[in-house]
């Protein structure tokens, strides 16, 4: 009997404990990031009343005759399941699609999370809410994120500086009439952008020359000056087709407009390819379609991309990487601490294998989402009551024992 009530108290105390596990998942029901956990009971040691015998000539073996001592609490194990994906508008709102963690730093100490609600500080470091820093990578002023290097905190700068870019390729492509008579002139005009970012109006002028042939000439400036061109004379073959320049291209030598210390590629298109500069019968349809010139622009809004990458739109029309948020993942994430609304890493979880999403068993990351608690609560109602019955039965066997030993004191009445 006394050895009844001590099993049943073990399973008391277990049942006491799952009760608090159910408790703590239906209470971050609606935590970000909140992964479920669940209890594992195992029985303890027993006691062996008789050994198993072996089976003899004339008589049969025999089973041994084993008590059990009750119950003891053999693991929590966390559910990494995927929780729902909740839209919220917010561009710093991040959420994992997959395996992996976010990297936070918290007083020098790495941690992982899932739940992606950060925010910007006065210094522009994406955070928690509880001011860790979200690590990642930084690009260089080229726009270049190296992912090789250490991690870092990430860093969104209201006013980031795009410093401006010299105009260094224009495409011209489009239709030249075949039809047009000898001594024909028609006009393109770009803006084009010297190396601090003002605005050069670039005016580019064919002229047909002769059947099969079209003259180019140039002027850049206000008022205008012209401009010595390179391979300026265009020549088609009966099908329509540039023949020549060879290269495809119209140059202008660097220097020769002031404040461009680069030359200028004004190219033709790639022969047989959409887009490029051909002589058909018809209309004029000769446009330049681009040129990658920009003058200086501030950084107007951001966007991240599904690898972690940070975007950033200029004033200026061009978007360039800002950096990079980083993400983890552990050969064992249930081994995994929890510490804080956070984890941290064990002997038993692996180290750390941080690198970009998507990529290495890493999810992928969703911009202004979250993702919600992967709690159940019919499953967790449901433990519920099997946490409740357990404990009466458990109780009722300490009670029932309290009254056989009740019986047993009554005897010497």
């Known amino acids: 009997m006394i050895r009844s009530m001590s099993s049943a108290l073990s399973g008391l105390r277990n049942h006491q404990v799952m009760l608090d596990v159910v408790g703590n998942d239906i209470a971050n029901v609606s935590t970000i990031g909140f992964k479920s956990s669940s209890t594992v009971f195992a029985d303890v040691l027993t006691q062996t009343l008789s050994g198993a015998s072996a089976p003899g000539a004339q008589t049969g073996g025999t089973n041994p005759a084993q008590i059990g001592l009750g119950s003891r609490l053999a693991a929590t194990v966390q559910s990494f399941t995927q929780g729902a994906i909740q839209r919220t508008g917010r561009t710093t709102d991040l959420a994992i699609q997959g395996d992996g963690f976010f990297v936070v730093n918290n007083g020098g100490q790495q941690l992982y999370t899932r739940a992606g609600a950060f925010m910007l500080d006065a210094a522009g470091n994406l955070t928690t809410p509880d001011g860790m820093l979200v690590q990642g990578w930084q690009a260089n002023a080229a726009g270049v994120v190296d992912t090789n290097t250490g991690l870092g905190p990430v860093q969104i700068r209201v006013g980031d500086l795009l410093p401006p870019t010299q105009t260094s390729n224009v495409d011209l492509g489009g239709n030249l009439s075949a039809d047009a008579a000898v001594g024909t002139?028609?006009?393109?005009?770009?803006?084009?952008?010297?190396?601090?970012?003002?605005?050069?109006?670039?005016?580019?002028?064919?002229?047909?020359?002769?059947?099969?042939?079209?003259?180019?000439?140039?002027?850049?400036?206000?008022?205008?000056?012209?401009?010595?061109?390179?391979?300026?004379?265009?020549?088609?073959?009966?099908?329509?087709?540039?023949?020549?320049?060879?290269?495809?291209?119209?140059?202008?030598?660097?220097?020769?407009?002031?404040?461009?210390?680069?030359?200028?590629?004004?190219?033709?298109?790639?022969?047989?390819?959409?887009g490029r500069l051909t002589q058909y019968a018809g209309s004029m349809s000769a446009?330049?379609?681009?040129?990658?010139?920009?003058?200086?622009?501030?950084?107007?809004?951001?966007?991240?991309?599904?690898?972690?990458?940070?975007?950033?739109?200029?004033?200026?029309?061009?978007?360039?990487?800002?950096?990079?948020?980083?993400?983890?993942?552990?050969?064992?994430?249930?081994?995994?601490?929890r510490v804080n609304g956070v984890w941290r890493e064990t002997p038993n979880s692996g180290l750390s294998q941080v690198g970009t999403a998507g990529a290495g068993g890493r999810g992928l990351m969703s911009a202004g989402t979250l993702e919600m608690s992967n709690v159940d609560l019919a499953e967790e109602f449901t433990r519920l009551i099997v946490a409740q019955r357990g404990f009466q039965g458990n109780a009722r066997v300490v009670s029932t024992a309290d009254e056989l030993l009740q019986e047993v004191v009554n005897l010497r009445r």
């Open 287 to 337: 446009a330049i379609t681009q040129q990658n010139g920009s003058p200086a622009g501030s950084l107007q809004s951001f966007n991240v991309a599904q690898d972690g990458t940070i975007v950033g739109a200029y004033t200026n029309g061009r978007t360039r990487p800002i950096g990079q948020v980083a993400m983890a993942v552990f050969t064992n994430p249930g081994g995994l601490e």
């Open 185 to 274: 002139i028609s006009t393109l005009a770009v803006t084009a952008y010297d190396d601090q970012g003002t605005g050069v109006a670039l005016n580019l002028t064919f002229t047909k020359s002769a059947v099969n042939e079209w003259t180019v000439t140039a002027t850049a400036g206000d008022p205008a000056v012209a401009v010595a061109l390179t391979d300026s004379v265009l020549t088609f073959d009966g099908a329509g087709e540039l023949v020549g320049p060879a290269d495809r291209n119209i140059n202008i030598a660097g220097g020769t407009i002031p404040g461009m210390p680069t030359g200028i590629a004004i190219e033709l298109g790639t022969a047989g390819e959409p």
